[in-house]
Nanobody, 120 residues
Framework: QVHLVESGGGLVQAGGSLRLSCAASGRAFSSYAVGWFRQAPGKEREFVAALTWTGRTAYADSVKGRFTITRDNLKNTMSLQMNSVKPEDTAVYYC??????????????WGQGTQVTVSS
């Protein structure tokens, strides 16, 4: 069982930066792949970024080159560095742990979400 708690969301101006963090508790966090998803009002939850336990990364085309996913297995944390944010990045962001990839069905554990709002 893995328990995830996000932090770091808030209001940011377009072009600015924000760093989301996710603290994990539970056994064997380092053996899971981790990912970030987001959900805007009235839309499906969508893939943002993923990181395997071996260090391989994957990003949605919409955030590639702007967002960076990292993890620290010693501290049981993961992060999403968001640079050059755009109003369309506004959403609730969720961290997740599981098998990995861009399919949310592949993740077993989810955080409660943190709101990110980008003003134009």
């Amino acid at each position: 069982q893995v328990h995830l708690v996000e932090s770091g969301g808030g209001l940011v101006q377009a072009g600015g930066s924000l760093r989301l963090s996710c603290a994990a508790s539970g056994r064997a966090f380092s053996s899971y792949a981790v990912g970030w998803f987001r959900q805007a009002p009235g839309k499906e939850r969508e893939f943002v970024a993923a990181l395997t336990w071996t260090g391989r990364t994957a990003y949605a085309d919409s955030v590639k080159g702007r967002f960076t996913i990292t993890r620290d297995n010693l501290k049981n944390t993961m992060s999403l560095q968001m640079n050059s944010v755009k109003p369309e990045d506004t959403a609730v962001y969720y961290c997740a742990a599981g098998l990995g990839g861009d399919n949310r069905q592949s993740y077993d554990y989810w955080g409660q979400g943190t709101q990110v709002t980008v003003s134009s």
